[in-house]
């Protein structure tokens, strides 16, 4: 009877011992959790990698002179010599999903102009892909505003840098956002357009032009 209790106490021992193991290596297999993954999937249903959507470029142009060129005078006021104050053509393209309106803005931020508000354009349509040479007054959208410039006038205003001021520097800014309609002063600063347009802006492009006398 000993014997047999030995024999019986042996085997519970070793079964005991066998099931230990079996369950220390099982713990050892398991994959280390890397946070990688899509919360409740499992080891069968592995996470499928995002999918990667080609963003194209958002680009602004002007057929009128290249990106840190020369305006030519025909788009100055007529205090300038040659200047029809006629405005400048524009172009963009690539403007980001989800654009439900354009901001366009052309100030000169020469410290003597003082960042200078010669046009300001809001309400531009998504569907808009640049403003024609002499737009301003003529080819606007009809949803679309022209707001007050420095000028005081409510359309494009050329550049009219004092005399021996030096070159001044134009930037034509394109903001794409994502309301239809903004909210700004009749007569912004750039300070006003910046605030106006924050929070709602998906893309921004600008285009600068030169002119100094």
Do not use: K
């Not at 439900?100 to 046009?119: E, L, R």
């Not at 024609?132 to 505003?145: F, K, L, N, R, T």
């Not at 929070?199 to 030169?210: D, K, Q, R, W």
């Amino acid at each position: 009877m000993r014997v047999a209790g030995s024999g019986v106490l042996a085997a519970t021992l070793a079964a005991t011992l066998f099931c230990i193991t079996i369950a220390g290596c099982a713990a050892d297999t398991d994959p280390e959790p890397t946070g990688t993954g899509t919360p409740g999937q499992t080891d069968e249903s592995p996470a499928e990698p995002a999918a990667e959507e080609p963003v194209a470029g958002f680009t602004l142009s002007s057929s009128a002179f290249a990106d840190g060129g020369t305006i030519p005078a025909r788009y100055c006021l007529e205090s300038v010599d040659g200047g029809q104050n006629i405005s400048i053509p524009i172009d963009w393209s690539g403007a980001p999903a989800g654009t439900a309106s354009f901001v366009v803005s052309m100030i000169d931020t020469h410290p003597v102009a003082n960042d200078w508000v010669h046009w300001i354009v809001i309400d531009l349509p998504a569907t808009t892909t640049g403003l024609p040479e002499g737009a301003s007054d003529s080819a606007i959208p009809d949803v679309a505003d022209e707001l007050d410039n420095t000028f005081g006038e409510d359309r494009y205003g050329g550049p009219a840098p004092p005399p021996g001021s030096g070159d001044h520097e134009y930037v034509v800014t394109v903001y794409a956002l994502d309301v239809a309609t903004i909210a700004m002063p009749e007569q912004p600063s750039a300070a006003d357009i910046a605030s106006a347009v924050e929070g709602h802006v998906l893309a921004s492009v600008s285009v600068t032009g030169v002119f100094g006398r």
